[in-house]
């Protein structure tokens, strides 16, 4: 049986409370029993075994091993994006998770339809969205949200920090998968210091519009990269640039990554 795993925000050796959504879920939820092992994370790579304690309807965690941190991914991906329409967002945040999304940047572009509100219910919902998902694929960093961003500053952003730029474009002449292999691995296998951050840029529905094109034209280190030969929905398109590039992530672990640390 795996342990349960929990999300706690700091993490230190001996006794840790479990937040209340947490603390309801393994209570009321899964009704976990007193001493069962568990696993508690704090969504920044840092993780350790415990034993779960309810002590008066309060639920906590008794570490009992080491704690680990995993350390920071070969690859750190943005994906920088329009919020999808219905209950697509969702989905997009779940599978993002599981393949090493780093960030999520919700992107404010001319054709955008959906706008969230940075306070609202759906960032709330969402965020606790990111948090369940790692919970369930075993990983312990978890993916950030950025609320609504003008699509030009999320573009200087990277810009600034002289970090690699994707833009999806249908109709460009490379694909994703040829600059993966041929560009991105090569790098990986040389790499050294820290991870190669990259931003993965997803238009809306309507696709970017000509002044954004003209803005990412003017930047000769974003590269137009196709990723289908068909028309792809914003949340496909931002899956289908995660799972490729964690392709390779997870071909460049099996040479010998170590995955964490003993702090």
């Not at 390779?248 to 995955?259: C, L, N, R």
């Amino acid at each position: 049986m795996h342990p349960l795993r929990f999300y706690v925000p700091e993490l230190s050796p001996g006794q840790c409370d479990l937040p209340e959504d947490q603390a309801h879920h393994a209570l009321h939820v899964l009704r976990v029993k007193r001493g069962r092992s568990i696993i508690v994370f704090d969504g920044r790579g840092a993780s350790a075994p415990g034993t779960f304690l309810s002590i008066q309807g309060k639920a906590l965690c008794q570490i009992s091993g080491p704690i680990r941190h995993d350390r920071p991914p070969l690859v750190d991906i943005t994906i920088a994006c329009a919020v999808p329409k219905v209950d697509r967002a969702a989905t997009l945040i779940e599978q993002a998770s599981q393949l090493g999304v780093s960030r999520l940047i919700w992107l404010n572009c001319q054709h955008s339809i959906v706008r969230p509100q940075a306070a609202g219910e759906k960032m709330k919902r969402w965020r606790s969205l990111a948090i369940e998902s790692a919970k369930q694929c075993g990983r312990n960093y978890v993916l950030r949200i950025d609320p609504l961003t003008e699509f030009s500053a999320a573009l200087e952003e990277f810009q600034t920090a002289k970090k690699t730029i994707l833009w999806a474009n249908p109709r460009a002449p490379r694909s994703l998968s040829d600059w993966v292999i041929k560009q991105l691995y090569p790098l990986l296998a040389e790499r050294a210091g820290g991870p190669f951050a990259l931003m993965a840029l997803i238009g809306p529905e309507g696709g970017f519009s000509r002044r954004e094109q003209d803005l990412l034209g003017a930047i000769p280190e974003a590269m137009p990269v196709r990723l289908a030969d068909n028309i792809l929905r914003v949340e496909t398109a931002a899956l289908a640039c995660a799972a490729i590039i964690a392709g390779v992530i997870a071909e460049e672990t099996g040479h010998g990554h170590d995955k964490t640390a003993v702090l």
